[in-house]
């Protein structure tokens, strides 16, 4: 029984802000694999060079097959899709995008290097997300929401009608490539 809302996207995009909108507001559970991870012992080790805890993925799909048999509703925003996440379990998924200067500029005013924030930006150009989410679910579990100059309350109440099936669309609204030419892009930034 697929229960789990899937929230992707690039880094900066709006997931976590959206998901916990979508708990407060909805009654979905919020969880966050990073707390789920480190709470549950879901991991192999910890990488102190990347400063991050290696994900044990087997351990980790289990837990997912778990909360989706129950009879809560899950919102799990990440930008990891792999091979971790039991595609049956995802009901829908969400992946949200924003333009890649607007990207770059709030990943650099986290402080993150002109490299990291230039390689999200390059992926968020380049679909990846959208296209892991698309080659995991299908394309019928997958829907695209444009952030960009949408306040969080309109992003919530664009994922409402994704969630209602009242926007049935399913084609792509996205193409940044149309707009962007990459090489020239990272010039300019």
């Given at each position: 029984?697929?229960?789990?809302?899937?929230?992707?996207?690039?880094?900066?995009?709006?997931?976590?802000?959206?998901?916990?909108?979508?708990?407060?507001?909805?009654?979905?559970?919020?969880?966050?694999?990073?707390?789920?991870?480190?709470?549950?012992?879901?991991?192999?080790?910890?990488?102190k060079?990347?400063?991050?805890?290696?994900?044990?993925?087997?351990?980790?799909?289990?837990?997912?097959?778990?909360?989706?048999?129950?009879?809560?509703?899950?919102?799990?925003?990440?930008?990891?899709?792999?091979?971790?996440?039991?595609?049956d379990?995802?009901?829908t998924?969400?992946?949200?995008?924003?333009?890649?200067?607007?990207?770059?500029?709030?990943?650099?005013?986290?402080?993150?290097t002109?490299?990291?924030?230039?390689?999200?930006?390059?992926?968020?150009?380049?679909?990846?997300?959208?296209?892991?989410?698309?080659?995991?679910?299908?394309?019928?579990?997958?829907?695209?929401?444009?952030?960009?100059?949408?306040?969080?309350?309109s992003?919530?109440?664009?994922?409402?009608?994704?969630?209602?099936?009242?926007?049935?669309?399913r084609?792509?609204?996205?193409?940044?490539?149309?707009?962007?030419?990459?090489?020239?892009?990272?010039?300019?930034?």
């Amino acid at each position: 029984m697929a229960s789990i809302l899937l929230i992707t996207g690039t880094p900066g995009v709006g997931k976590t802000v959206l998901a916990q909108n979508l708990s407060r507001k909805s009654g979905f559970t919020l969880v966050e694999l990073g707390n789920l991870v480190r709470k549950e012992g879901l991991y192999t080790r910890f990488d102190k060079a990347r400063k991050t805890y290696i994900v044990d993925e087997g351990k980790l799909r289990k837990r997912l097959e778990m909360l989706s048999r129950s009879s809560e509703r899950v919102v799990l925003p990440t930008h990891l899709i792999g091979r971790f996440l039991p595609k049956d379990s995802v009901k829908t998924a969400l992946v949200l995008r924003l333009d890649p200067v607007v990207l770059y500029k709030r990943l650099r005013a986290r402080g993150w290097t002109k490299r990291k924030a230039w390689e999200n930006t390059e992926a968020e150009i380049l679909d990846v997300c959208l296209q892991e989410s698309r080659l995991l679910l299908g394309t019928r579990k997958v829907f695209e929401i444009d952030t960009t100059r949408k306040s969080a309350a309109s992003v919530y109440k664009e994922a409402l009608r994704v969630l209602s099936r009242r926007r049935t669309s399913r084609s792509r609204i996205v193409n940044w490539l149309a707009r962007y030419d990459p090489v020239e892009l990272e010039r300019n930034l």
